[in-house]
């Protein structure tokens, strides 16, 4: 099945600062990878999404690329914000429709 | 109506006891997911039900029982369960019946605590 690393498992960074989550995945039939933001006590979010056709995508301050070819993606989070605290989780979706979570990123953004 | 619901909020059971988590959307979305969260961990599937019809089972204890009554309910009996068992059960749902081809929609989660 498929397997997904994700890294740092936490990162403190600077309002106003960038930040950068990395995941890694295992089966080259993946086809679809969302992150999804966490906030404490709350549900799971989906916040940006990319398919295997597509090597880059922006939403506002938010961007995630992915490379196919060595099997990893990326989610940069551009002037970091105090709402932007919380715990981001990368996924991939294999052949037979399974989402499989990265262990996940605790971002605390410091004023 | 954009959200999916779940109760109860908080359940705590013994071990003996038979329990059931709902789970309702109205949105028309064709897939419905059972996640189980621990603390400080990614949802982890158990479930999935494409078109009403169970099509994913993540080799789940038994103690644990999935229903899809309709499309837009989703059921997951609790029995003889163990205090390992306690976490934070999250539904989901997709619009496209396809699983882990868009969007999940979660609910706020079913907490439970087994004694």
């Known amino acids: 099945g498929e397997n997904v690393e994700q890294h740092p498992s936490t990162l403190s960074v600077q309002e106003g600062d960038s930040a950068v989550i990395k995941c890694t995945y295992s089966d080259s039939a993946s086809n679809y990878f969302p992150w999804y933001k966490q906030e404490l006590g709350k549900r799971p979010q989906l916040i940006i999404d990319?398919?295997?056709?597509?090597g880059e995508k922006k939403d506002q301050r938010i961007a995630v690329t992915l490379n196919k070819t060595a099997k990893h993606f990326s989610l940069h989070i551009t002037e970091t914000q105090p709402e932007d605290s919380a715990v981001y989780f990368c996924?991939?979706?294999?052949?037979?429709?399974?989402?499989?979570f990265g262990a996940g990123t605790q971002v605390v953004v410091t004023p | 109506d954009t959200e999916v619901t779940q109760t109860p909020k908080h359940l705590v059971m013994g071990m003996t006891n038979k329990k059931s988590l709902k789970c309702e959307q109205h949105m028309g979305h064709r897939a419905m997911y059972w996640y189980k969260q621990k603390a400080k961990k990614p949802p982890e599937l158990m479930f999935v039900?494409?078109?009403?019809?169970?099509?994913i089972n993540e080799s789940v204890p038994s103690r644990f029982s999935p229903e899809c009554p309709n499309s837009s309910l989703l059921n997951l009996h609790l029995h003889a369960l163990q205090p390992e068992d306690s976490a934070l059960y999250l539904c989901?749902?997709?619009?496209?019946?396809?699983?882990?081809?868009?969007?999940?929609?979660f609910g706020e989660g079913s907490r439970l605590t087994v004694l």
């Open positions: 990319i398919r295997s056709n597509v």
């Open positions: 039900y494409s078109y009403e019809k169970l099509s």
């Open positions: 989901a749902s997709s619009q496209d019946g396809r699983a882990g081809t868009g969007e999940l929609f």
């Open positions: 996924a991939a979706a294999d052949s037979w429709g399974k989402l499989q």
